[in-house]
């Protein structure tokens, strides 16, 4: 049976242009970019490359862009490295309710060294408002972080005028974290208008374990890796040479493909959509309905678990995800989902379908012919309930 891979929020496979790519740095071009013979400096060229090619991605100058290992260690880097270098000029960090758990963790760990965090709520759509940001602002916030898109309801939120209000208001900092966003829907770092953004490269068919945080000249950032000046002091450590080229050649394939591939995924997107809708009674869609990410399709069912969605799917080949995790034995809501105000019990029937340039009608067709009766047998059975 063909697996039917619709968690591309999750991870994505990746390009085999990408793995072209990346092929000799992993075999014969082992060279450490730091050495001086050529060896060494065919990696540094590579690495040079890459930077420019994603720096002229973000519209931004190749200085200011820093390999990372990912999302997570951009999302840490940005709010750790800001609040510790700009102690000096307040202690007060704004993000919302939303965020990706590598910002969340990251502003708690910031209240226990003594900072105060914000957190904005969001309406139903999962929308941060700007007036509301703007109230919360004060003369020594140091630092803003919403994020461009988010993972598990889709909503795109309105980072220029979240920027906006910011400058109006403070000297802040804007940080977002663009990982769902970067390749699908436009991300230029000028046009946003942020301070800082990060991106990891496996979300978009690059390679796990390699990511950027942009960095626009001037902001003041305490770097979190010590050792080597590698990434110009500022994150140390030997580069990861062939997952940076690979992150720039799946940077690069996404931007030239970007509206061939923006068709593709809403056109499934849609379908998606429309049939759950049409054909199971109590679902709802989450997230906003227009400003969304292009290839995103998110559900809550009424009286099921979206756990037991998910084992089901899995039984018939297809991979899905739902916002719940299960930590120590009970099942626990989505943050998001929560936070766009649904109660514990429907929130735990969450499932989300993020398809990608390699699904075709078929994929879909097979899920809306399978998850009528799925949802129908689960509520016949499930604990929760029905009302
Ligand atoms: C996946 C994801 C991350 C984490 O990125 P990794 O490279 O997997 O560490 C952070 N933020 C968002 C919104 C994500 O979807």
């Known amino acids: 049976m063909p697996m039917v891979y619709l968690d591309h929020s999750a991870t994505t496979p990746l390009d085999p242009e990408v793995l072209q790519a990346m092929m000799p740095y992993l075999t014969e071009e082992f060279g450490n970019a730091s050495s001086v013979y050529g060896l060494g400096q065919r990696a540094r060229q590579a690495i040079d490359q890459a930077r420019d090619e994603v720096a002229a991605f973000y519209g931004v100058a190749a200085k200011e862009v820093i390999f990372t290992s990912g999302g997570t260690e951009g999302d840490n880097f940005a709010l750790q490295g800001i609040a510790q270098r700009n102690a000096d000029r307040g202690r ?68 220029r005028e979240l920027v906006t209000v910011t400058r109006e208001r403070s000297s802040a900092y804007f940080h977002s974290d663009a990982v769902q966003s970067t390749g699908k829907i436009p991300t230029t770092v000028t046009e946003l208008g942020v301070d800082l953004l990060s991106m990891s490269a496996h979300k978009l068919h690059g390679p796990k374990g390699v990511g950027c945080l942009v960095v626009r000249s001037g902001v003041r950032l305490a770097p979190q ?24 050649k799946a940077i690069g394939i996404a931007q030239r493909d970007m509206a061939k591939n923006t068709a593709h ?96 009608d078929a994929d879909i067709d097979l899920v809306l012919d399978r998850l009528p009766e799925m949802v129908a047998r689960l509520r016949a059975m499930t604990p929760i309930s029905a009302a």
């Not at 759950?276 to 292009?294: C, E, F, K, M, Y």
């Open 92 to 159: 007060h960090v704004i993000t919302s309710t939303i965020e990706h758990d590598a910002v969340l963790r990251s502003a708690d760990a910031l209240e226990r060294d003594g900072f105060e965090v914000t957190r904005l709520g969001v309406d139903r759509d999962g929308l941060v408002d700007p007036a509301e940001l703007g109230r919360a602002l004060r003369p020594d916030t140091i630092l803003v972080s919403i994020m461009h898109a988010n993972n598990e309801i889709g909503t795109v939120e309105p980072i």
């Open 225 to 248: 890796l010590l050792g080597g000046g590698h990434e110009r002091n500022r994150r140390a450590g030997t580069e990861n040479v062939a997952g940076i080229v690979g992150l720039a």
């Open 265 to 360: 995924l809403t056109g499934l997107r849609d379908r998606l959509i429309e049939g759950v809708l049409d054909r199971i009674p109590g679902a709802a869609l989450t997230g906003h309905s227009v400003n969304r990410l292009p290839h995103h399709a998110s559900f809550l069912f009424q009286g099921v678990e979206g756990e037991s969605l998910l084992l089901q799917l899995d039984m018939d080949g297809i991979a899905a995800s739902s916002g719940s995790a299960c930590t120590s034995g009970s099942l626990e809501p989505s943050h998001v989902i929560l936070a766009l105000g649904y109660p514990r019990e429907r929130a735990l029937g969450s499932l989300r379908l993020s398809v990608g340039k390699g699904n075709t």
